[in-house]
């Protein structure tokens, strides 16, 4: 055999397996960024989605307050009961921190 076509041909086999490391581990740098990223993003929306239910409670309730006919004294009693509600919600989100 010739040496210079074994020369060849392990040149270019050394630059094929150079190429296919470093293709290898571009993709699974990218398959990990990714999954990183879905974690990421399914941890923010957990504790964000709860606060923004209690929230738009809060808001249809207020609205209801707000557009009730009724007696001014039946609104005070109303919005002392959202103050406790509020101060319910303090001390469980206090607890939950502590945890």
Known sequence: MDPELVLIFSFALSVVLVVTF???KIVNRSLEHRERMENAKSRTKGPGEDAYA???????????????????????????????????D?????????R
């Open 90 to 98: 303090d001390l469980t989100d206090k607890r939950e921190n502590a």
């Open 22 to 24: 470093g293709v290898t």
């Open 54 to 88: 209690k929230l738009e409670e809060r808001v249809r309730v207020l609205e209801r307050i707000a557009t009730d006919k009724s007696d001014n004294g039946d609104l005070a009693r109303q919005i002392e009961q959202l103050r406790d509600l509020q101060e319910i």
